[in-house]
């Protein structure tokens, strides 16, 4: 059994911001692969269904994200999961918008929720880095992530839930390589055979083979005068 979280905030105060990419990529999954309805449990929002061989709980915390861990420790616990077998959807500020890297245990960074989640569960558990970029200002970073996203950002968006939803069941049975391209195959789709350089064009006509030189007559006056007469 695997455990996804995603990390946001409750309501719909929140449903639209940078900060809740997490939900939203969870909500995404959900609703692609048949999971039962949401439900209220652990302090959060909880469903489950199956992702190829494994069976998945999927949980958004509603506890705000500071407080995260504290759901997700009572899940792990009810479960009688470890952290390995726990995978966290979030957003990131030091990667690009459209960029996704997956990471195996490590720092939180200053991330308020994997904050909570290390003081709850420990540093060990695997996360789904999602890239939302940086305001530029660390000052400005609060209401950066509290803001929804543009509309400039909707396709990338777009692009990179559905390759969350694409890439779930990889992700479920521990091949995060695949999963990474399934994100990618819908960010930088390959390009059609429409697109390809078109081939030289092959000549209408073969050209015809040039005449042979004249050879050049080396004659003197005097023979060829004399040549007339014989």
């Given at each position: ?54 069976k ?7 506890t ?63 996360r ?103």
């Open positions: 059994m695997k455990l996804f979280v995603g990390l946001g905030n409750p309501g719909p105060k929140y449903a639209g911001n940078r900060h809740n990419i997490g939900f939203m990529a969870l909500d995404r999954i959900a609703k692609d692969h048949g999971f039962a309805p949401w439900r209220g449990k652990f302090q959060g929002a909880v469903t489950e269904g199956r992702l190829g061989r494994e998945v709980i999927l949980l958004k915390p509603e705000f994200m500071n407080l995260s861990g504290q759901s997700v420790g009572e899940a792990m616990r009810f479960y009688k999961l470890t952290p390995d077998d726990i995978t966290v959807f979030h957003d990131e500020l030091d990667l690009a918008p459209g960029k996704c890297r997956v990471k195996q245990a490590g720092g939180h960074a200053g991330h308020n929720g994997l904050r909570s989640l290390h003081a709850h569960i420990g540093p060990d558990y695997a789904v880095r999602l890239g939302i970029g940086h305001p530029g200002n660390k000052n400005a970073v609060s209401s950066y992530v509290l803001r929804d996203f543009a509309k400039a950002d909707q396709d990338w968006l777009e692009d990179v839930l559905r390759g969350c939803s694409d890439g779930a069941v990889d992700l479920a049975e521990g091949d995060s390589g695949k999963f990474m391209n399934a994100i990618g195959r819908r960010v930088n789709p390959p390009r059609s055979s429409a697109t390809q350089p078109k081939p030289e064009p092959t000549p209408s006509a073969t050209p015809a083979p040039e005449k042979p030189a004249t050879p050049e007559d080396t004659r003197s006056p005097l023979q060829k005068l004399m040549d007339k007469f014989t």
